[in-house]
């Protein structure tokens, strides 16, 4: 095979070359025998005027372009680099498809050789990378990319990406490399004759398996490590003064600073686990509240031979946990500690599943992809936990098949010796501190069978969450999209899906024809039947919703009443009905038959084991479909509150029933605090007015219950932070939204001209956040930034941000999750902007009816509840700003309420002592300048 590949990359005037898009730059570099040996690029007259926004994103304009030579002149050195070679590119369609375009107009013939894309090997070579875009893998693999969207740039660093790949790729085990040819023949690009020559170099070279790997049941995968024997010392050796204290966080850090409140912290959690009893800890931002509770902990849990839970809400800090603060505490403490992170089963893979499903033939792009990323991840982790992968959603859906759980048809218990999940388990019950988060804490509470082994001591982070998290841990819900895609993958005897498979398994055992001609009939009658119900039900549910839910948003939420009598709701609730005895039906009958099978003696092969996998798990899953159709809709339950969620552009084909417990205060007193002998609660935002009460309310504490402690954060935030209000903004709830984005919009490019961007603007409503990046945008007046928008530019909430970062004069808007856990220290970030104060909309549903059980209490529900939500929320807001304490900067509120209202005080007292001014924007802009 060649070994002469020619990378390549275009500048394009856009998109479509069959529109009259043409090639504005071209660059290539030549690789042979794994070197760089040639580079060549050239800018391509197109005589066609070159977009804004192309110019804006390359920054090549028509003027450079004047003497450059048309693609006819630099084609023949572009076929002669391409003779004999595999043409490579990152998202290769795109550039060959215009390169080809190109070849024809000038009379030549086009491309017909191999071709690699870079995109579809990275995601073979790399499968948990964030982010296949060239510019973040450079930065993944430290290559110098200075000049993005430039064609001789961006080609340079795709063949040095290239040239990664391919060592990496080579460096697979032949075991893994002979899987991945078998998978490779439905790839878009050649990088099968790639694998194939490689495997035949192994083959040649008798492949010597690399160290930290072994070969299980035709699996190669990471050895598994050995668990110590931990040996507990019986007395104790907390530190009992502050020197001593101060000499173990000294250990960790070389360049310690001492930090009174977190010493303060350890001490009163340490206290909590000694006298039995909880902790509520309100610790500012730089207190180090991680090491401030996990030292206690470590060293409680030694001593006593108790575990220690830890919970967080967010997989964030479990993560950062797990790599960045228990390295630092095993180096605190002079004993082995053994330190565990676990998720919910579904989390995990089972291999045996995966080997099973590995050699079934495969026409599904996505799931041959997801099944070569899957091999080499294997090679590389050590948890089988599906998060650590970057898997298409076509992938999920592939991993829905091959996940961790209990099935019958599944019981090879050879692979229980390499199960992620089983080995966890064993990892969980030697570990004194358990890393996990509030959603399985809760679960577990429930469970016949408990993930979590016995603990009474447990240490709940982010507790400000802690509510809402376990509120949602009893969420139930039913989709129609969900629904329908459980019956089409199920599917009737004609389409070739579970169903058929298990027919075929029906046929191989002694049934007599007319009873198995009768079972596939009534089964097929029943699934088009329980189709068209269930069609019937959601039109049914869209009508209700439409007609009783507030116009004007895209997103319509109609919350249920116990007592509703629209007959819209009267219709969806007697299709419900008619869905239930249906489903009832179809698992009496599929269980049957399922029973008969189990009764045979006939040995089933991997197929066919897969095959009764996917039909015991369709069983469970109607089955709890059954349950929810009667707690959401037929008898709903008393305690909860229903409510039905719709995008009114696709009706039902985006329609959730959702229900919830309205208060989980008093199950959590009687299930969780009262069976626990110390909960320590600790978050940087837990106080109102420097008050405990709504969070002590909120999860069914009692001041006698427990101890409270606050500490303040250790930044200077009077010399660092300014609040700013603008007087000349109107009152938010006194003038049409669209005059409110108009006037607000106005500010934020008044301010961001003289911040230079490094602005992260908070919105509490989509709507309004789309609103105003239309009209900045519109009004051309910040073309020189790069504006970043949650919901409009393409990304996870942590892509946008770090990619925010990157740009010297960038604007963030985001809503929801970016009020909180998102970390920008240093210049990046020097103007916060708060749009509104974040009140819970008041037709929000759990909202709603915590309202109304309250008023029916004779509370009043403003300042019970939706007051001191806002106040927390806006202190994880305002938190955003300063996370180091040689950060600077301003929060600017544009709610006026927070300066015209009563309760405007109780967020400013909420907050720390800073100065607070409130001017028109011409004086605020001076201050600003001359500040920053």
């Known amino acids: 095979m060649t070994n002469r590949f020619v990378v390549v990359d275009l500048e394009t005037t856009g998109n479509s070359p069959k529109k009259g898009d043409k090639i504005i730059q071209f660059a290539a570099v030549v690789v042979e025998n794994g070197e760089i040996k040639e580079t060549f690029s050239s800018l391509v007259s197109s005589h066609k005027p070159i977009p804004l926004f192309i110019e804006e994103l390359t920054g090549l304009n028509n003027d450079m372009l004047k003497d450059a030579p048309t693609f006819s002149e630099i084609a023949p050195k572009i076929l002669q680099l391409l003779d004999g070679a595999f043409f490579v590119a990152h998202n290769v369609l795109f550039d060959l498809s215009f390169l080809q375009e190109e070849l024809i107009d000038s009379g030549y013939e086009g491309f017909f050789g191999p071709v690699i894309d870079t995109v579809e090997l990275s995601r073979i070579v790399f499968p948990t990378a964030d982010s296949f875009k060239l510019t973040d893998l450079s930065i993944q693999e430290g290559l110098a990319h200075d000049r993005p969207h430039q064609a001789d740039s961006d080609a ?88 001593e204290k101060e000499a173990m966080f000294q250990k960790a850090f070389k360049d310690y600073e001492k930090r009174d409140g977190q010493v303060q912290m350890l001490d009163h959690v340490y206290s909590a686990f000694q006298e039995e009893r909880h902790a509520l800890i309100e610790a500012g931002t730089g207190v180090g509240k991680s090491l401030a509770y996990l030292l206690p902990a470590a060293i409680f849990a030694n001593n006593t031979n108790h575990k220690i839970v830890v919970s967080t809400y967010t997989t964030q800090l479990q993560e950062q946990l797990l790599s960045k603060d228990i390295p630092l505490l095993k180096k605190m403490v002079d004993f082995p500690l053994e330190v565990v992170l676990i998720k919910g089963r579904h989390h995990y893979i089972s291999l045996e599943k995966f080997h099973q ?130 019956l089409s993958q199920f599917g009737s005897t004609d389409q070739r899906q579970t169903f058929f498979e298990f027919e075929q398994i029906l046929k191989k055992l002694t049934i007599e024809d007319d009873e198995q001609l009768l079972h596939s009939f009534q089964m097929n009658q029943m699934i088009a039947e329980l189709q068209f119900e269930l069609d019937d039900l959601f039109r049914a549910i869209a009508l209700f919703v439409k007609k009783n839910a507030k116009k004007g948003n895209q997103r319509l939420i109609k919350r249920v009443t116990h007592d509703e009598s629209a007959k819209e709701w009267n219709s969806a609730v007697a299709s419900a009905e ?52 009667k707690n959401l809709i037929i008898q709903p339950l008393p305690s909860h509150v229903t409510w039905i969620e719709m995008d009114g552009r696709a009706t039902q084909n985006l329609t959730t029933i959702y229900s919830q417990p309205v208060i989980i205060s008093e199950f959590l007193k009687e299930y969780f605090f009262e069976k626990k002998k110390s909960a320590v609660l600790t978050s940087a935002t837990m106080t109102v007015n420097q008050s405990f009460d709504y969070v002590l309310d909120s999860l069914g504490l009692g001041k006698k219950d427990c101890s409270t402690l606050h500490i303040p954060s250790p930044f200077a935030y009077k010399e660092q932070v300014q609040v700013l209000i603008p007087e000349d903004l109107p009152e938010i709830n006194k003038v049409p939204i669209s005059d409110y984005v108009a006037a607000i919009t106005e500010h934020i490019i008044s301010i961001a001209e003289v911040t230079k961007g490094r602005m992260l603007i908070l919105f509490t409503s989509y709507d309004m956040l789309k609103k105003t990046h239309d009209l900045i945008k519109e009004s051309g007046l910040l073309d020189d930034y790069v504006l970043f928008a949650q919901g409009i530019t393409s990304g996870s909430r942590s892509r946008l941000t770090r990619n925010f970062q990157r740009f010297e004069k960038s604007i963030l808007l985001g809503t929801s999750s970016f009020w909180e856990g998102i970390d920008i220290p240093g210049e990046a970030l020097s103007c916060l902007i708060i749009v509104r104060l974040p009140f819970t909309p008041p037709d929000d549903p759990i909202a709603e009816a915590k309202g109304e059980l309250m ?5 009043n529900p403003f300042s019970k509840h939706s007051l001191p939500e806002a106040v927390l929320r806006f202190k994880q807001g305002f938190g955003r700003l300063i996370r180091k304490n040689t950060d600077r900067g301003f929060v600017i509120i544009f709610d006026r309420r927070i300066v015209t209202t009563t309760y405007g005080k109780a967020f400013l007292k909420s907050i720390p002592s800073v100065p607070v001014k409130t001017l028109d924007i011409n004086e605020m802009l001076t201050i600003i300048e001359e500040w920053l």
């Open 156 to 243: 340079y660093v795709t063949a040095e990406l290239f040239l990664i790949l391919i060592n990496l790729l080579k460096g697979l085990p032949e075991v893994t490399l002979r899987q991945l040819l078998k998978l490779s023949g439905g790839l878009k690009s050649d990088i099968a004759l790639l694998l194939d020559e490689y495997v035949l170099g192994k083959s040649s070279a008798r492949d010597v398996m690399p160290e930290g790997l072994e070969i299980f049941q035709g699996l190669v995968l990471r050895k598994k490590e050995e668990l110590e024997e931990i040996d507990h010392p019986s007395e104790g050796i907390y530190p009992s003064t502050t020197e």
């Open 357 to 486: 499903s590995l050699y079934e033939e495969e026409d599904n792009y996505d799931t041959s992809l997801t099944k070569m990323q899957i091999l080499v991840w294997l090679t590389q982790t050590v948890t089988g936990d599906y998060e650590e992968l970057n898997l298409s959603s076509g992938g999920l859906l592939y991993w829905n098949r091959i996940k961790n759980d209990s099935s019958s048809f599944v019981n090879d218990r050879s692979w229980l010796s390499h199960d992620f999940y089983f080995l966890i388990r064993q990892r969980v019950n030697d570990a004194q501190i358990i890393i996990t988060n509030h959603s399985l804490l809760m679960v577990d509470l429930n469970a016949e069978n408990s993930i979590l082994p016995p603990f009474e001591y447990v240490i709940i982070d982010e507790a400000h969450h802690f509510e809402k998290a376990v509120g949602k841990s009893f969420n139930q819900s039913i989709d129609y999209l969900s629904l329908r895609m459980l």
């Open 578 to 629: 008619r869905c239930q005895f249906l489903l009832k039906d179809l698992h009496e009958s599929l269980c049957k038959w399922v029973d008969f099978v189990k009764s045979q003696q006939f040995t089933l092969d991997e197929h066919q084991k897969i095959t009764m996998n996917e039909v015991i798990s369709f069983l469970d899953e109607i089955e709890q479909i059954r349950t929810q159709m």
């Open 855 to 859: 008023q029916a209490n004779g509370q």
